[in-house]
């Protein structure tokens, strides 16, 4: 009995969290090239929508998938040109991002509103995995395709980052781009591939939640969890796998407030899982003292041979 | 080869400044355009229709004005977070806090008549002010990052809203509808003839913009405050407080997005009603009008006018000329794109190349 409480929590924090995981971790790997992208919640809802509207018209949510991946990291790409190329305000490209997006998404989508997706994803088990007990029901079974390339995508990841030259090379440029300058890496080029790619990432969250989690689109229906995923970057330290634990353990709060559901107004329920983001950071910040909680060097700052 | 190459020019005289950031709304004007085309509206009669219905019709330029003054107030306050570089993103959640305080004191507290009015505003400051107090403590105590903070305080002020208006605070004669009941008459604010200008609100905003100009230009606090955004290094060495400087300033802007919200509730809707209903996304235009004005108070009450021309244009879009109520986010989005392309401009001229530069490979604008 107690047991099937974990699982079932950890699976329904998993189907929660998915998207949050999607879009930290693209957060996290721009991030560490030194860019900052406040324009997450953008790309995430231009990622539902287009995902939504293609998926619906082709009959394919695959496809759909792939439309908001490409889109997503478009954006991205349109951020690092934006921050690395003009050198402008990193805060305040990202903020116009997500202004524009979520503008942008509600005119795209406005005929397709409470028309439920014909063909959404489907739930499925991960063979031989799913029979783990306890780890096999909690994170193996029952879930969309996406959840578990998620998990995957954090393990690659967290490999790249930390056990590759790329990795070295990404994160060199994130905490001195002069020194990787120096070494011969070009550091626009590694920029602009770490922000679309985490522009890319941030897309699939988006499609997670209008191809397969609620399949359907409505209007600003990514509802801030782009903010809550830039939270969980620096929750998780920049650290994909952490952002895995951090995205469940996010997702399981947000599970078991419904328990008070009999107890607790429901508009004071839905406001929690931002209660808890602010918990987190300043949990973050207590845990690891003033210093920078090990946040990239020259994060937020753009890079010009010859300048400081 | 064309004999030019960017030069590095760091400080932009006011007449380039100004000259990008009409270029920057220019630029998505344009689009707009194209926007319009793309809805089966043909442009240039679309913005003539715009212009006749807002600028050139006197209830159309008064409804301009009315939205206006969100953004006046609250952009003025942001003028300073960011002079403060405090990148308060919660102007939106502070209106709502003003709001509802305001809505609180008109409900429940027994003031007297003529004290309502200011009891209400002064409730507003406060609670913006609160509601801007608490990123502030966790970013200069625990450098817990503020964009987030703000952010997530405005999704809780919009479910704390909807929770006072469904729950405790619903009204008693009203059945059907989720808000509270209706203010007294002696709480509403007084408005211009027949029109929604409550003027009240209008000149605490023009009153604000204007000290504020006048503190930043010709006071010691001003100066501390230029020299907090410019060089913080120079002005910790000053001796200036930072910690609460910063504090106190963040509450200031906070409050008054607060005042915004009072202005909202007691000179419009005269009751607390759906938080999408009482603040139309001005906490976060007014960024732009913050971003557009750049840093000066005085410009904001330009920008705010600009902003609020689309927020009012928004309605004829949708009236008159049925195009989708989505054109104003999504003309806000372009401003703020554009505003941020063309920032290079300011950075770098256009010079003849030199000689000697001209031998050297170098190119472009990464000199």
Excluded at chain 1, 53 to 61: E, K, N
Excluded at chain 2, 149 to 177: C, D, E, H, K, Q
Aim: proline share 5%.
């Amino acid at each position: 009995m107690e047991i099937e409480l974990l699982t079932g929590t950890t699976a329904r924090a998993l189907a929660f969290s998915t998207p949050l995981i999607w879009a930290a971790m693209g957060e996290i790997y721009a991030e560490r090239s030194g860019v900052v992208n406040l324009g997450v919640e953008g790309m995430m809802i231009l990622g539902a929508v287009t995902g939504f509207i293609v998926a619906q018209s082709s009959g394919s949510p695959w496809l759909g998938l792939l439309a908001a991946a490409t889109v997503g990291f478009s954006v991205g790409l349109f951020h690092a040109f934006a921050a690395v190329t003009l050198r402008a305000n990193q805060y305040v490209s990202g903020l116009a991002i997500t202004i524009f997006g979520l503008g942008l998404s509600g005119l795209l989508g406005r005929d397709w509103v409470g028309r439920p997706l014909s063909d959404s994803m489907e739930v499925l088990d991960v063979p031989l995995l799913s029979d783990i007990p306890l780890l096999g029901p909690a994170l193996f079974s029952g879930q969309y395709l996406l959840a578990y390339l998620a998990l995957l995508a954090a393990v690659v990841l967290w490999f790249v980052l930390h056990h590759t030259r790329q990795g070295l090379v990404l994160r060199t440029v994130g905490e001195s781009p002069a020194a990787a300058d120096t070494a011969g890496v070009s550091v626009t080029l590694t920029r602009y591939l770490a922000v679309g790619t985490g522009g890319l990432m941030a897309g699939i969250g988006g499609a997670y939640l209008s191809l397969a989690y609620r399949p359907s689109w409505g209007e600003g229906m990514t509802n801030g969890m782009g903010w809550i995923a830039l939270a969980l970057a620096i929750f998780a330290l920049w650290d994909p796998l952490r952002a895995v634990g951090a995205g469940l353990l996010f997702g399981a709060f947000f599970t078991l407030s419904f328990r008070l559901q009999d107890r607790f107004p429901p508009e004071l329920l839905t406001m929690l899982p931002y209660v808890f983001t602010i918990f987190a950071l300043v949990l973050t910040a207590l845990g690891r003292g003033r210093r920078a909680f090990g946040a990239p060097e020259a994060l937020g700052h753009s890079y010009s041979r010859g300048e400081r | 080869m064309l004999n030019l190459r960017f030069v590095r020019h760091p400080d932009p005289s006011p007449v380039l400044v100004f000259a990008v950031s009409l270029g920057a709304i220019a630029g998505s004007l344009l689009v707009t355009a194209v926007l319009f085309a793309l809805h089966g509206v043909a442009p240039l009669a679309a913005y003539t229709t715009i212009i006749e219905r807002t600028i050139l019709d006197g209830r159309g330029f008064s409804e301009v004005v009315r939205k206006s003054i969100p953004l006046l107030l609250a952009g003025v306050g942001l003028v300073l977070a960011f002079r403060a570089r405090f990148w308060n993103i919660g102007a939106e959640g502070q209106i709502l806090a003003g709001a509802v305080a305001a809505s609180g004191v008109a409900l429940f507290v027994p003031v007297p008549a003529p004290l309502m009015v200011p009891a209400m505003f002064l409730a507003g400051f406060l609670a913006g002010a609160a509601w801007g107090f608490v990123p502030a403590i966790l970013k200069v105590r625990l450098g817990v990052n503020e964009i987030i903070t703000t952010l997530m305080l405005n999704y809780i002020a919009l479910y704390v809203v909807r929770w006072l208006i469904n729950g405790p605070w619903r009204g008693t004669s009203v059945t059907g509808f989720s808000y509270s009941d209706r203010f007294a008459e002696y709480a509403w604010l007084p408005t211009v003839g027949t029109t929604r200008l409550h003027w009240p609100t209008l000149l605490l905003g023009l009153g604000l913009a204007l000290l504020l100009a006048f503190v930043l230009s010709r006071t010691r606090l001003g100066f501390e405050i230029r020299m907090m955004g410019e060089s913080p290094e120079a002005a910790r060495y000053a001796g200036v407080n930072f910690l609460w400087t910063t504090v106190a300033l963040v509450c200031v802007s906070a409050g008054a997005a607060g005042l915004a919200g009072v202005g909202e509730v007691a000179g419009i809707h005269r009751r607390l009603i759906e938080p999408n209903s009482i603040s139309l996304g001005y906490g976060y235009t007014a960024i732009i009008v913050a971003l557009l004005a750049r840093g000066n108070p005085l410009a904001v009450i330009a920008t705010a006018l600009f902003m609020g021309l689309v927020f009012a244009a928004g309605d004829i879009m949708k009236v008159s000329l049925r195009l989708p109520s989505q054109m104003p986010s999504v003309i806000n989005g372009l401003v703020l794109l554009f505003l941020v392309c063309s920032e290079p401009l300011l950075r770098y001229r256009l010079a003849r190349r030199t000689l000697k530069s001209s031998q050297s490979a170098e190119g472009g604008a990464t000199g």
